[in-house]
């Protein structure tokens, strides 16, 4: 039988086998957008709209970031010293109402008092007037009459850049900022809403006397946080109010509720509210004197600054 195979094996085929072509087809692009369009089971002008929306919001995007230096109305501003907390100033050059910042803090043992107000916008940069003062450090007081006693300086700002704040002497503050297209929300510079321990502040407070308005002062505010301090508050017609951690002669208590101050003078029933907490602790004292009016115009001059209580009375 391996004899009969082998046999087999070597006989010779007389036709010739002829060669295999394995043909190879090339997949095309249009064929499969064909299939495509086939297997869709949306209309076919829906998808073409959705194609021309992903160009359009691409296109917008590269737009957007190309142009996001110089959009926008409002300046979100920064003063950073050499040493100390930096200080926020949002400005907006549309809106009167929001078109400057300032006040009064203390900043490497000196008082500092500022004042930023929007002129005017060309292109990327703006033209604002810096108002500024450097004093030592002490007893101060800021409003209206103050600002308009500081020297000013005009300049030309562009956002990603830096520049010195002028007229502020060896103290040292760098003034940067970016544009933004509205004024954020904040809560005092994104501090954290609990005081500190035997601190004491007023933000933007309202005076009432017997559930009727005595005295705005929006967009005034101090604070103080060092034993023996106090928080001296005056507003034409009312006299001045010290508020301090501790007891002072003369002085009665007040109820402290988060961002309200309670308390009695002369009969009288005076409610104090603030844009923040005021204390930790739930009683401070209050020296009220109504007599107290060192401007010849009283309808005038409303005023907040904080310091050692020796110096305020």
């Keep these: 039988m391996g004899a009969a195979l082998r046999s087999y094996g070597g006989v010779l085929i007389a036709e010739p086998v002829p060669d295999r072509t394995w043909l190879t087809t090339k997949q095309d692009r249009i064929t499969l957008w064909k299939k495509?369009?086939?297997?869709?089971?949306?209309?076919?002008?829906?998808?073409?709209?959705?194609?021309l929306l992903l160009v359009v919001l691409g296109s917008r995007l590269a737009v957007v970031e190309v142009r996001a230096h110089d959009d926008g109305s409002v300046l979100l501003l920064k003063l950073t010293p050499a040493q100390g907390d930096t200080i926020s100033c949002d400005i907006s050059m549309s809106d009167p109402n929001h078109n400057g910042c300032g006040g009064l803090t203390q900043i490497d043992k000196t008082n500092l008092m500022f004042a930023l107000k929007a002129l005017r916008k060309d292109g990327n940069r703006a033209l604002l007037s810096v108002r500024a003062k450097v004093s030592p450090l002490g007893p101060a007081s800021w409003g209206p009459d103050v600002e308009a006693s500081l020297p000013e300086t005009q300049v030309w700002f562009t956002p990603g850049q830096s520049l010195s704040l002028p007229n502020t002497g060896e103290l040292k503050l760098a003034l940067t900022g970016d544009w933004s297209d509205h004024i954020?929300?904040?809560?005092?510079?994104?501090?954290?809403?609990?005081?500190?321990?035997?601190?004491?502040?007023?933000?933007?407070?309202l005076l009432l006397k017997n559930s009727k308005v005595a005295g705005d002062l929006t967009h005034l505010s101090a604070d103080t946080d060092q034993p023996g301090e106090g928080v001296l508050l005056f507003v034409p017609g009312e006299g001045r109010f010290l508020l301090s951690a501790t007891e002072v002669t003369g002085a009665v208590p007040a109820k402290v509720q988060e961002n309200r101050i309670s308390f009695e003078s002369e009969g009288q029933k005076y409610i104090i509210v603030t844009g923040m907490p005021v204390s930790r602790s739930e009683q401070i004292w209050v020296l009220h004197d109504a007599g107290h009016n060192p401007l010849p115009d009283p309808g005038q001059g409303?005023?907040?600054s904080a310091g050692p209580v020796k110096k305020l009375l």
Excluded at 36 to 51: K, W, Y
Excluded at 184 to 205: C, H, M, T, W, Y
């Design 184 to 205: 954020p929300v904040k809560f005092a510079d994104s501090q954290l809403l609990d005081p500190g321990p035997n601190e004491i502040r007023l933000n933007s407070p």
């Design 36 to 51: 495509g369009l086939e297997m869709m089971r949306i209309p076919r002008i829906a998808f073409a709209c959705l194609v």
């Design 302 to 304: 409303a005023s907040i």
